[in-house]
Antibody, heavy 122, light 107 residues
Framework: QVQLQESGPGLVKPSETLSLTCTVS????????WSWIRQPPGKGLEWIGY???????NYNPSLKSRVTISVDTSKNQFSLKLSSVTAADTAVYYC????????????????WGQGTLVTVSS | AIRMTQSPSSFSASTGDRVTITCRAS??????LAWYQQKPGKAPKLLIY???TLQSGVPSRFSGSGSGTDFTLTISCLQSEDFATYYC?????????FGQGTRLEIK
């Protein structure tokens, strides 16, 4: 079965760029959509954006100016970059596969990675 | 963005109880709704998609219903492992949005 694993620095300084990678194992990254979702400590879930294996993307407008999601099919990985971070970007970051709903809509998330906590602090 | 509002935000129940969590969308989303369960320190786990379709491997005591703006997640007979936080998620339009969560605690 497909498994996802996030990796990257757990501490990022304010104004710098947060960079995370999600490695997909047990299946190919091709022919699927993949997403990043985050959860500030003690708070709810926020969708960041998605990428198709071909490279097409869609981002949450609330973060669009600072987010870049990319894919490396040769490594079965996709990545997140979030620039100009502040303390408000401190969160557990999850990667997940996006399932396709009826009428071609991108739908629900399954499976998820275990998540990685990124703290923004000097 | 479509706003998803869950109620209650938290409540207590006992094992064996039947519980219902409500999720309301700020505009109609047809049946483009999913439910997740999250336990402390763990990633969310998909329970239901398309408002009422049970994900493979999820116990049948979980069920979902609704369409349009009002949805419910029902747990027919609470088990100890069901005490967790539950989230709804709409995928009718972008940005994809989640409810604020409902925390289910042991009474």
């Amino acid at each position: 079965q497909v498994q996802l694993q996030e990796s990257g620095p757990g501490l990022v300084k304010p104004s710098e760029t947060l960079s995370l990678t999600c490695t997909v194992s047990g299946g190919s990254i091709s022919s699927y959509y993949w997403s990043w979702i985050r959860q500030p400590p003690g708070k709810g879930l926020e969708w960041i954006g998605y990428i198709y294996y071909s490279g097409s993307t869609n981002y949450n407008p609330s973060l669009k100016s600072r987010v870049t999601i990319s894919v490396d099919t040769s490594k079965n990985q996709f990545s997140l970059k979030l620039s100009s971070v502040t303390a408000a970007d401190t969160a557990v970051y999850y990667c997940a596969r996006v399932r396709i709903a009826a009428a071609g809509k991108l739908g629900w998330f399954d499976p998820w990675g275990q998540g990685t906590l990124v703290t923004v602090s000097s | 963005a479509i706003r998803m509002t869950q109620s209650p935000s938290s409540f207590s129940a006992s094992t064996g109880d039947r519980v219902t969590i409500t999720c309301r969308a700020s505009q109609g989303i047809s049946s483009y709704l999913a439910w997740y369960q999250q336990k402390p320190g763990k990633a969310p786990k998909l329970l239901i998609y398309a408002a009422s379709t049970l994900q493979s491997g999820v116990p049948s005591r979980f069920s979902g219903s609704g369409s349009g703006t009002d949805f419910t997640l029902t747990i027919s007979c609470l088990q100890s492992e069901d005490f967790a936080t539950y989230y709804c998620q709409q995928y009718y339009s972008y940005p994809i949005t989640f409810g604020q969560g409902t925390r289910l605690e042991i009474k």
